[in-house]
């Protein structure tokens, strides 16, 4: 790739197909984690769910963002955006738990869910930082989302494990 020519150049093929696919995973992810997070949001039971609920109820719209962004910029980049029949899930954490009381249970697979976007969209940076400041760019601003989600829910996770001692 010659200096100035940019991601959308015939030469940067190479490099663009590599981006539309860490950001077709990446899509796949915000997707998983709306799906998870309604899901959770409805599911559990008691008062130290309540606060759990709201911010899972908050998050649903900020994750739905970011599927829209990553999905925008795949097909700036001539990638095509995936069908549903190619979904495969991965956030095995994230399933209802045995007991809807077990608050744990989701704040845990919450900080996963966090964590493994966090690797990914770090490798992402990593990758555009070289071809694509756009998506670099774009990617920084979901990280710091998701960094925030992860931090938040840190949170709840040690006044639940200072409950428990
Ligand atoms: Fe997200
Ligand atoms: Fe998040």
Known sequence: MSPGAGILAEESKAQREQLVELLTQAYWMEIETVMSYIANSVNPDGIRAQEIIESLNADIQEELG???????????????VPGSMAFAPQQSYLQPP??????VHVIRGVID???????HY????????????VTEDMVVGILRDEEGH????????????????
């Open 66 to 80: 970011h599927a829209q962004l990553f999905a925008s910029r795949i097909k700036e980049l001539y990638g095509t």
């Open 98 to 103: 045995e007991r809807s009381t077990d608050v």
């Open 113 to 119: 869910a966090e964590t493994g976007a966090i690797e």
């Open 122 to 133: 770090n490798r992402i940076i990593e990758f555009a930082s070289k071809v694509d400041p």
């Open 150 to 165: 992860k931090r938040l829910f840190e949170g709840f996770l040690s006044e639940f494990d200072q409950g428990l001692h």
